[in-house]
């Protein structure tokens, strides 16, 4: 498999703040996604980032595949932007299997 | 809407019993993953189809865990013998041949007493 760690665990931000969130891999890899789970447990694709930087409105996402990590960046927090947040990794050259990390749960606080 | 349906949204089961998923992508999607999620973690690959052919299984599925994705199109997975360890959010999510961009169902929530 492929290790995925994701840091930090918990965040708890006042609304407006921003925020950096890290996934780490073990692996090299030709796809990684970013989701966010609401309270209500749906994942919603944030972004497809294997390697470069994209953005959508506040959030930005940057890959360095040959480091190894992805950083998801939040930026003017709103409570709904709470939930926890996923990267998921598929490794390269080893079929079709996405590994998830344990996710970052983000509390915004009005 | 991720225009992906699941079914049932919550199943109680007692132990023992057989139980069965449905996931209904609303388009054609030629890829079509099943999840395991849960408390705390994040989700753990099943199994994957690409089209009607399953092509992938986890060491996670289990000799009675099943599923199957007839004509390519909706797809459906049984636990039989249900045990209290399979208590979990089970998540359907599509993709294009392409694989860039997930769409999650909102899962089946299972609870085994």
């Known amino acids: 498999g492929i290790q995925v760690e994701q840091s930090p665990p918990d965040l708890i931000l006042q609304e407006g703040a921003n925020s950096t969130l890290r996934c780490n891999f073990s692996?090299?890899?030709?796809?990684l996604q970013w989701f966010h789970q609401n309270p209500w447990g749906q994942l919603i694709n944030l972004f497809y980032?294997?390697?470069g930087t994209k953005q959508n409105g506040r959030l930005s996402a940057t890959t360095v595949a040959t480091e190894r990590y992805s950083l998801l960046y939040i930026s003017s927090s709103q409570t709904t932007d709470s939930g926890v947040y996923f990267c998921?990794?598929?490794?390269?050259?080893?079929?079709?299997?996405?590994?998830f990390g344990t996710g970052t749960s983000l509390t915004v606080i009005p | 809407d991720t225009g992906v349906s699941q079914d049932p949204r919550h199943k109680i089961t007692k132990r023992g019993q057989n139980v069965t998923f449905r996931c209904d992508p609303i388009s054609e999607h030629n890829r079509l993953y099943w999840y395991r999620q849960t408390l705390g973690q994040g989700p753990e690959f099943l199994t994957y189809?690409?089209?009607?052919?399953?092509?992938?299984k986890s060491r996670l599925l289990s000799d009675r865990f099943s599923a199957e994705r007839p004509k390519g199109s909706f797809s459906t997975l049984e636990i039989q013998r249900t045990e209290q360890g399979d208590s979990a959010m089970y998540l359907c999510?599509?993709?294009?041949?392409?694989?860039?961009?997930?769409?999650f169902g909102p899962g089946t929530r299972l609870l085994v007493l």
């Open positions: 189809f690409q089209n009607e052919a399953q092509l992938e």
């Open positions: 999510a599509i993709s294009g041949l392409s694989r860039e961009t997930q769409y």
């Open positions: 980032i294997p390697s």
């Open positions: 998921a990794v598929e490794k390269k050259n080893t079929g079709n299997q996405f590994y």
């Open positions: 692996d090299s890899v030709n796809n």
